[in-house]
Every structure is written in C-alpha cells, then in structure tokens.
C-alpha cells in the first residue's frame, strides 16, 4: 500500500456505548478532552470483539460463557472514535474516506461536521466513500461514528443454523477506515479481463480498465500510464471538471496486450497459480495525482452442462472437479492474517482445490489474496440467512426469500455490485452466487445481471446453489427455477447428518455423486479429546450433556444423538471421553473418505461437491474439517487422502477398486498395494 495515496485509520480508536455518552457528533468530534472511559480498540471490529479484548468478558468461547453476556447493551448505538494527524501536503490534496463495511447504518462526524448519515450508510454489505476535502485540516483530526445496530429484518450477517449467534449480531465496523488522496484525478475500479486462446493456450488477450474521475472545478488533463512485467503503454487522457470516465486499454489499441505464452492461474493440483503485478497511474504534468497496483491472473472461466443436465465448471478449457468446503469465519468476526494463511494452508495442504464463502465474505482482501497465490477456486455469494424468517426476522417470499420489497431490492442490487467491484480483481472467483436455498426476485436478478454487465462479465453466476431435484422439497417448499435464468443447474438436497459410506456410491436423486452438490456433508464432526476440553468444562466432560450441544449446531443439529448411534453400531459403547474421543476420529475419517472418492470416480456424471463445512466460527462439534483451534480431526486426513490426484478408490456398492487420476497429463506403470486394518490401526 502507498501511503502517499492511502492510509488505513488501523489503531487508536476508542468505543462506547451512546447510553454512556451525553454529547453528540458534532462535540465528540471536536471539544471531548477525554475519553479515559471509553475502551480502546482497533478497526476493523466489532463491539463485542473489542470489550473481550478489554477484558470485559473473558474466554466467552468456553463452556456456555457466551450466554453470561448481556444482549440489551447491543440493541443502542455504539461510538467509534479515533484521532488523526495529516501534514499540510496530505490536507492540500482531495481526501476522500472510504468505508468497506460497517454493519449495520451509521452516522459519521469529522471534526465537528456531519459528512454522512444514517440513511447513506446504510447495510453490511454498502461500500461507500465521501470527499472530506473541505472538512480535514493539518495536523489533529478527530472521526466520531455512530454505529447503529442491525435490527430483526435487517440483511445482516447472519450463522444460519451452524452454530450459536454473537450477542452484538457482530454490530460494529468489521471492515477497512481508510483515507485516500489524490492530486485532482482519482483512480477507482482498476480491473483486468483476459481471454485466452482456448484451443492452443498459447496467446491471450488481455482489456485493463479504470475510473477517472476530476474533482476539480477545471477540465484535467494527463498521461494514463500502465505497467506489468516488461510492458509499458500510456495514453493522453481529458476528465471534464466534476465528473467520471471509464478509460480502457485495448488489444486494438494497444497490440502489446496480446500477450505470447502468457503464464497462466491454474487451480491447485492442475498447475501453478502465476499471478502479474500491475501498476495504474495519472500523471499530471510529470506529478502523479493518484496510483493503483493490483495483481491479476491470466485465466479463463467457463461452464458447461453434461450430458445429464448438471453444471460443471472449466477452467482454461479443461474441466475441473471442484472439491471444497464451506468457509465461515470467526464468531466475532475476528481472523487473523496468520489464521487465514494457515487455514488457507490446509486447504492446498488436503488437496481440495475451492472453498465456497456463503454470507461470510472476509474482513479484507488477506483471503482472496491468499486463495489466488494458493490455487484456491472461490464460489462468493449471500447467506441463506436472509431467505428463512426464523434466521431474518421478518416474513418472507416461500420462492424469493427476504428481498421482496423495491427498497429491499434496490438495497442488496447496490450491494451486491459494490461487492463485485470490489473482488472482481481475484482470479480465485470463479462463479458468483447470488442465491442460497433460493432463487432472487424476477427484479433483483434483473439487476445483478445489469451489474454483471457493466462490472464482470469474465466469470458466470448461479441463481441458486440449488436447483436440481428441488421438486422433491428437501430444503424449500417451492421449486428453485429462475423465471428470468432458470434452474442452477447445481443441486442442495443434503444429506447433513450421518450418512455411511455406500450412500454417495449408490444414491442418485439425492445427495450421491452425480451433478454439483453444493453443500453436503456426513454429519457432525467432533474434534479431538485436546480440543474439547479446551472448550467443554471438566464437570461436562462425561457424559455428553446440555453443554457439548451449546457447541453443536442449532435446530435439528443441536444434538449428537444420531452421531453417537452411529458410533455405539459401528465400534461399541464409549465407556469414558477418551474412548468416544478416539472412536470420533474413526468415525469422521470413515464417513468423510468415500464422499470424496465418489465424486472422483463417478466422473463425468458428478462435476463437483462442497462439504459443509471446512470450518467453524467457534469451538464447535458439527461440520469441520479441523476446528477453531486449528486442530485438524479424522475427516481432515480423509479429505487429504480422497482427493490425492493419482489414487485407488474402493467403491462401496460395486466392491471394486476405481483407479483415479486427476493430474491434467496421463500416467502409466503404477502399482497398486492394498492394505486391510482395524480399528487400532492393526
């Protein structure tokens, strides 16, 4: 980051409660000489993460701690506060404040003015920025934000039924405060699309765009410049005073964008991930006003029906099984860089090549960024929170959900293109999700296609991540058909709970391996014996009680009933934690193995599947492949072992060995050796 150009306001913010405050924006922003009672925090977080890391509530993930937290102080805004520094160069140039999410509305002062309201900072998922050049000054700055809590019908984020809910709904602001400057000419929405030559690979074309916009009173004229590897190209450039432009380079234009043997993003296992720095700049009589870097990868995304009329997926020409999991992320909204890279890590490390984000989109770019380097493929999209009144609060449409309303639709349709904009860049998305268990109102998918259209068309999007077989009513009452797109053409019909291993072999109108199942998983997923006594308290260790199922799902998945009768059949009664620990682990990689291999074997007809989940918001016993902690269970190492590129696959129902290779080139002379053991690993 150029801090000439950008700076993040990170630290020394403090919060508290408006019930605790007695002035208003304009003197908190201005004449408070003390906020010795206030609590210090840094951006982004979220309320509740900032009294816990204040120590006002302690280790609130152990036991049923979470329930000894008062709700009632969450339902009154909360103030954000930080003090600046700017020099007199800094406060000459045009400023501009960026918000990348706060959740939920919010009321902004700076230094004794109000530059926004409640009704423009609106919604988790708006980005917004607003020109503070009149209102900053050299030397001392002082920002007060009034953060206004979600609300029962709020499109807010949302857990679902995967774990408990956070007392503050994660009010707060969760994303970037960022200040950026520019010397009149700004640069917005830097963006590469590359086409490739599918046939050969061998050449590709490649179209760079970006916003201009003059915030001067005068026309502005300069040089455009861009840069990548060893090519430079420039063009002269005229912005009208007060207004925007989108300026492109082209292959037309510039013939030096047909790149020859272009190193191209490949996902993980099919090659190498390359990805190309770019660098954007306008210059104004040899004086750059504002730059841009990015990075890009060279590839290409497409999608295909087969031959049974189930979506799969291509990426630069060559079909790719996708097989990932369901990311979420912490509780409080509260991942680190160094969790992220680790976990991220574990993915490649387990040989998946996708993770699909459901609601849960990340605090910065660190994942995304993260996935690209590492050949993660993403599938990004909304929650199915906001499509079931018990999880939105409010009623809902039985085939659209909760986005009914005009200004509900015009709401999401803004933020699901500020959402684009700003991911687009990362060659690890390859398919946009604008439905969960549903499809979107006939008038919001018409204006996520408009959005689609003018910001992204280089990736496809689905309606729905279900669709096929949705007649049965497994997961909505209604069909899930599009009257403007149609079916998905991927399907969710489960299964959650425990599920043997012959199921994904022989079943084919459910969940068993044909089509993309797009969330699906063998059940609860209890971590190793280190991790539940970090989080179950010693007096619950034994039997299982009320507490192991605070930390289970919610609804129908806030048991482990059906786990332990799977346990109790297949290897006996536990007779204490560390017997039911140990057969957990049997149980999780038994269960977890053959639902990946029957993807694999049963290609052409299944193109994809996604385990719900890869991960969990908080010490949990449901659906992961390692837990909060990080501590990998039995399903982690069967993952790793199903998705191997080149391996043999018992298949259950067939009672024979499937050969399976993955790799995008051919193998011979291999050998196969088959091992028998027991539950000892005998």
């Not at 995967?162 to 009149?184: C, E, K, Q």
């Not at 380097?373 to 085939?399: A, F, R, T």
């Not at 059940?523 to 970090?534: C, F, M, Y």
Request: glycine share 6%; charged share 20%.
């Amino acid at each position: 980051m150029d801090t000439n150009f950008r700076i993040n306001l990170f630290n020394n913010w403090k919060i508290q409660s408006s019930k605790e405050i007695e002035y208003m924006g304009a003197e908190l922003s201005t004449v408070l000489n003390s906020t010795n009672e206030w609590f210090s925090a840094i951006v982004p977080s979220t309320v509740l993460a900032t009294l816990v890391a204040n120590k006002v509530y302690t280790d609130p993930y152990f036991g049923k701690n979470m329930e000894n937290i008062p709700t009632e102080q969450f339902k009154v805004p909360w103030w954000y506060r930080v003090e600046f520094d700017l020099s007199p160069k800094q406060a000459d140039k045009t400023v501009h404040l960026h918000f990348d999410g706060i959740n939920y509305k919010a009321n902004v002062w700076l230094n004794g003015t109000l530059i926004a309201n409640s009704d423009q900072i609106n919604g988790t998922f708006r980005r917004t920025n607003f020109n503070i050049s009149e209102q900053v000054n050299p030397g001392k700055n002082i920002l007060a934000i009034e953060v206004i809590p979600p609300k029962p019908g709020d499109f807010s984020i949302g857990f679902v039924d995967w774990n408990i809910a956070p007392p503050d709904n994660n009010m707060g602001i969760f994303r970037d405060v960022s200040l950026h400057f520019s010397n009149g000419i700004s640069i917005d929405k830097p963006f590469v699309e590359t086409k490739l030559d599918l046939k050969t690979l061998k050449s590709a074309d490649l179209k760079i765009s970006a916003e201009l916009t003059n915030h001067s009173n005068k026309k502005i004229s300069g040089l455009l410049k861009c840069s990548f590897g060893t090519t430079f190209i420039e063009k002269y450039v005229s912005v009208s005073q007060n207004s925007t432009l989108t300026e492109r380079f082209s292959v037309k234009e510039f013939p030096k964008l047909k790149i020859s043997e272009p190193k191209l993003w490949w996902p993980n296992t099919m090659g190498e991930p390359v990805l190309h720095d770019l660098n954007l700049s306008f210059e104004i009589d040899n004086v750059i006003s504002d730059s841009k870097n990015l990075s890009f990868g060279i590839r290409e995304v497409e999608d295909y029906i087969n031959n049974d009329g189930h979506r799969g997926f291509k990426i630069n020409g060559k079909e790719v099984l996708i097989k990932g999991a369901g990311w979420t992320d912490d509780l409080l909204l509260q991942d680190t860089h160094e969790s992220l890279e680790n976990q991220i890590a574990y993915v490649k490390h387990m040989n998946l090549n996708c993770i699909r984000l459901e609601g849960f989109w990340g605090k910065d770019h660190k994942l995304y960024d993260l996935c690209d380097q590492n050949g993660i493929l993403m599938m990004v999209g909304w929650s199915c929170h906001w499509e079931h009144e018990q999880y939105l609060g409010k009623p809902i449409d039985p085939q659209y959900g909760g986005v009914i309303g005009t200004d509900e639709i015009e709401l999401i349709a803004q933020s699901w293109e500020d959402q684009i904009i700003w991911l687009r860049q990362h060659p690890a998305i390859f398919v946009w999700t604008v439905g969960s268990d549903m499809v979107p109102h006939p008038e919001l998918e018409k204006k996520y296609i408009e959005s689609f259209n003018k910001y992204d068309t280089s990736r496809p999007y689905l309606n729905s991540t279900g669709g096929v077989g949705s007649e049965q009513g497994i997961i909505t009452e209604t069909e899930i058909v599009s009257e403007i797109s149609g079916s998905s053409c991927v399907k969710m019909l489960g299964p959650y709970a425990y599920t043997p291993p012959v199921y994904w072999f022989t079943n084919q109108n459910l969940g068993g391996a044909y089509g993309f199942n797009t969330e699906t998983c063998p059940g609860a997923t209890v971590p190793p014996l280190a991790s539940i006594k970090k989080m179950i308290p010693t007096e619950s260790l034994w039997p299982i009680d009320e507490v192991w199922e605070y930390h289970c799902g919610s609804y129908v998945f806030g048991t482990l009933d059906r786990y332990k009768e799977a346990i109790n059949k297949r290897y006996g009664e536990s007779s204490n934690i560390e017997d039911f620990a140990f057969k957990s682990q049997v149980l999780n990689y038994e269960l977890m193995r053959p639902m990946f291999e029957a993807f694999v074997a049963h290609k052409p007809k299944s193109t994809g599947v996604i385990h719900w989940m890869l991960n969990s918001a908080w010490p949990e016993m449901y659906w992961q492949l390692y837990d909060s902690y990080l501590q990998p269970n039995g399903a982690f190492y069967a993952v790793r072992n199903a998705c191997k590129t080149i391996h043999a696959i018992y298949r259950y129902g067939k009672s024979d060995i499937f050969l399976a290779n993955e790799d995008i080139n051919g193998v011979s002379g291999l050998k196969v050796k088959i091992r028998i053991y027991d539950i000892n690993s005998q």
